[in-house]
C-alpha cells in the first residue's frame, strides 16, 4: 500500500525505533506513547481490518504482542500491560494497518481510560445480542 505510513515504515521509507523485526513483523515505539515505551506491533504485509487478516498473521501479532509485554516487565519494570487493537474509525483507529498496541503500565502510573460502563435495559436485551453474536459463529 504506496500510500500507508506503516508500510513505508516497513519499507524503511521513513524513520522508526525499531524494536524487534523479523520476517513476518515489525516492532516500534509509538510516536505518541499513553504511557511511554508504548509500541506497536505490526505484519510487515498490509492487511486490514482484524477480520480481514489471516489467522496465522494473528496468532504471529498476538505472539509477539505476549513477548513485548514481558519485555516491557522485566526490562522497564512496568507493573501491567495494556494490549489493544482498534478496527475502523469507530474504535478509534487512525492508522488502517493492522497493528496491536502494546502499552506498560505502572502502578500510579496517572492513566485512566475513559472506560465508563453501560446498562443494560434488562436480561432479554443482553441475551438477544449474544444470540445475535452466536448465529455468526
Ligand atoms: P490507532 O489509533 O490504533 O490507529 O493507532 C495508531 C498509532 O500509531 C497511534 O498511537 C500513533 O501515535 C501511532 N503512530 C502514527 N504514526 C506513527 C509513526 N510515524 N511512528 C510511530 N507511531 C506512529
Ligand atoms: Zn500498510
Redesign the pocket.
Given at each position: 500500500m504506496s500510500d500507508c505510513?506503516f508500510c513505508k515504515?516497513v519499507e524503511k521509507e521513513?524513520p522508526?525505533t525499531i524494536v524487534h523485526e523479523d520476517d513476518d513483523v515489525l516492532v516500534?515505539?509509538?510516536?505518541?506513547p499513553i504511557i511511554k515505551g508504548h509500541a506497536?506491533v505490526i505484519p510487515k504485509k498490509h492487511y486490514d481490518p482484524v477480520t480481514e487478516t489471516p489467522d496465522h498473521v494473528i496468532n504471529k501479532l498476538f505472539l509477539t504482542a505476549k513477548k513485548i509485554a514481558a519485555a516491557q516487565m522485566n526490562g522497564l519494570g512496568a507493573d501491567g500491560v495494556n494490549i489493544m487493537q482498534?478496527n475502523g474509525k469507530a474504535s478509534?483507529?487512525?492508522?488502517p494497518h493492522i497493528?496491536v498496541?502494546v502499552i506498560p503500565r505502572f502502578d500510579g502510573d496517572g492513566h485512566h481510560w475513559n472506560w465508563n460502563p453501560k446498562k443494560y435495559d434488562d436480561f432479554d436485551e443482553m441475551a438477544e445480542l449474544a444470540h445475535k453474536l452466536r448465529k455468526q459463529l
Open positions: 505510513i515504515i521513513i522508526a516500534f515505539m509509538d510516536i505518541g506497536l482498534n478509534g483507529q487512525e492508522v497493528h498496541h
